[in-house]
T-cell receptor, first 112, second 115 residues
């Protein structure tokens, strides 16, 4: 069994501030982990993925995430928020086709 | 490439009516999925397919049926719509060279309202 917990359904930051979105997972097998972003009225698109090659994963739009096995975490960060980063972000864990589990999502608001 | 497309984009049904949502992908992906998204509940898997002619149940399959007659298409059917099926429906596809790396590509969604 696997699960994903995203801590904080809403996160608000000022433009230029650090973005930190939290994700903890549980998995009975070595996990593959993903962050997706969803802009209003659009489908999800992949930000980055962890496939065990490197614990620090860089994605699109300046985002990165660090896999910490001891903490079962895969938090998403960006050093400086832009207005265009306002969206909903989903963490997901996968153990194969049809075996992906998504978190409930975190809505990021960026204040000018 | 168009990626993953969904038809229709919006639909309003009355309770008891039926409809079919169409998903098409042009990436030659083996795997396809149907999700529903409800506020505060993330994405929940309805049904999925690991290849042409195959389907499997996901987390919330009741009230839905699917078919994958062609590799590029995945249809989601509601035989008798209920208000509880009001939701945004997303189709996705994936092609995993490495088992477990289920990176999914999503369509733009279908917003369904059942009155």
């Amino acid at each position: 069994a696997q699960s994903v917990t995203q801590l904080g359904s809403h996160v608000s930051v000022s433009e230029g501030a650090l973005v930190l979105l939290r994700c903890n997972y549980s998995s009975s097998v070595p996990p593959y982990l993903f962050w997706y972003v969803q802009y209003p009225n659009q489908g999800l698109q992949l930000l980055l993925k962890y496939t065990s090659a490197a614990t620090l994963v860089k994605g699109i739009n300046g985002f990165e995430a660090e896999f910490k096995k001891s903490e079962t975490s895969f938090h998403l960060t960006k050093p400086s928020a832009h207005m265009s980063d306002a969206a909903e972000y989903f963490c997901a864990v996968s153990a194969g086709a049809g075996k992906s589990t998504f978190g409930d999502g975190t809505t990021l608001t960026v204040k000018p | 490439n168009a990626g993953v497309t969904q038809t229709p984009k919006f639909r309003v049904l009355k309770t008891g009516q039926s409809m079919t949502l169409l998903c098409a992908q042009d990436m030659n992906h083996e795997y396809m999925y149907w999700y529903r998204q409800d506020p505060g509940m993330g994405l929940r898997l309805i049904h999925y397919s690991v290849g042409e002619g195959t389907t499997a149940k996901g987390e919330v399959p009741d009230g839905y049926n699917v078919s994958r007659l062609k590799k590029q298409n995945f249809l989601l059917g509601l035989e008798s719509a209920a208000p509880s099926q009001t939701s945004v429906y997303f189709c996705a596809s994936s092609y995993s060279l490495l088992a477990g790396v289920d990176e999914q590509f999503f369509g733009p969604g279908t917003r369904l309202t059942v009155l």
